[in-house]
């Protein structure tokens, strides 16, 4: 790590400079100097929220996206060039820094900006083992005695597939490392095991053979800092990338928030079964936790079941989730990056809007595969009531213009009195919105709506 992060001579000298300034230590103006790391639709949700708090003074994002600079600095770096980030730390007056991407965390961004002694929220590169390894996130939930798929680890594809015979049809083939939600396969058949094993990401590295589980799946987040845990709103996301749950596995379609599947009164309860447990074995192996850790649960017959834990904010997750939570978010997120959240909450109890919200992503054709871009955005300055657009993979083109710039283009988000009002809200924009070669599926929420 030292050889990327650079000596601990800079970070002597950032610390010095950070005591020489007033206990508020931004440069003269009131309030909270925030970056966030990152540049996509969560990424935006991030600072839109954070935009909307007294406390806030001003906000950078790295590398940003078109949307992102219409309210925040965008930085023109690569979110991963540590030395420079260390110099706009300390010329810039940051208090908070928030990392978004899981290959930033697991690269250990956070632990870089930790060493300028600023509020960090994000995990550091050994706590996020339990996103890039699911093996090493199977270990853990075994020793703290989390409820899970069974499952069995294998060094590569070869000796998975001489093990394939102990397993039963449907398994499941996952990858062992990062795979931006496209690491997971469901075979139905051994043939359609043995497929997956032979092309990527499944025919390198250690992959795990799993138990198929049956049932309705959640996400709950929760801010981790030690052993205090506070959930979030819980959400449920589209995996697939077509109606009815058909198509490849994506970093998500679309989410809402809240569900009856996990009404938000029950979250902390399920977040003391399935977080708390994590949190109090990563500190118990000298690796403690701090930021959002995010379980993927399944409700089986038999009880609440994790299917994989992020060691960040959902993405579409976070789109649904953050506008619910009231308050002052950037003192929330102050700290938890200070490591004070227990004492925090204990005044400024957490609390969640009653308001629905539904996200429709807008996608680039192709997409999970190599995405076209390049396309012109249309009607950003036509969105219908309660409707924002936040922004996924755009950029800015030569004429100032807003293009594709990868597969989740676009997130339209909508709020209502319930689901039902939200998502007829977010597929109006959805229809307003468009791009050449754009597709989004037809049915997020709807199950959510039949029930309700
Ligand atoms: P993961 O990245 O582990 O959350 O997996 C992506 C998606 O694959 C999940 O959201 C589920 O829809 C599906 N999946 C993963 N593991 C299982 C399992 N054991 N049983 C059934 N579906 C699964
Ligand atoms: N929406 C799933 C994820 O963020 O990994």
Redo the contacts with the bound molecule.
Sequence with gaps: MKGIFGGEAVYKTIREHRRQRSPRRSAGAPGLNCLVLGGGGREYAIAWRLANCNSVATIDSLPGNAGLSLFTRVLDRKPDDVAWLDEHVLASFIDLAIVGPDDLIAAGIADALRRSEIAVVGPSKDASKIEWS?SFAKELMAEAGVPT?RSESFADAASAKDGLGRWNAPV?V?ADGLAL?K??T?ARTPEEAVEALATPPWNSGRVLL?????GE?VSLQALVDGETVVALPPAR?H?RARDGDAGP?TGGMGAFSPTAVLPDDQAQTVAAEVIAPIAAALAKRGTPYRGVLYA?L?KTKVGWKV??YNARFGDPEAEVTLPRIEGDFAKLLLALGEGRLAEYVAAEPIRFSRRAYVDVVLCAENYPGPPRTGMAVEGLDRLPESVFAFHGATKRGPAGNVIVNGGRVMHMVASGDNIAEARDRAYAGAERVTFEGKFYRSDIAQQEVAVA
């Design positions: 699911k798929a499941v996952k939600g690491g997971v469901v799993e138990e198929f589980l049956e799946e996301d995996k596995n993927g399944m299917l994989e």
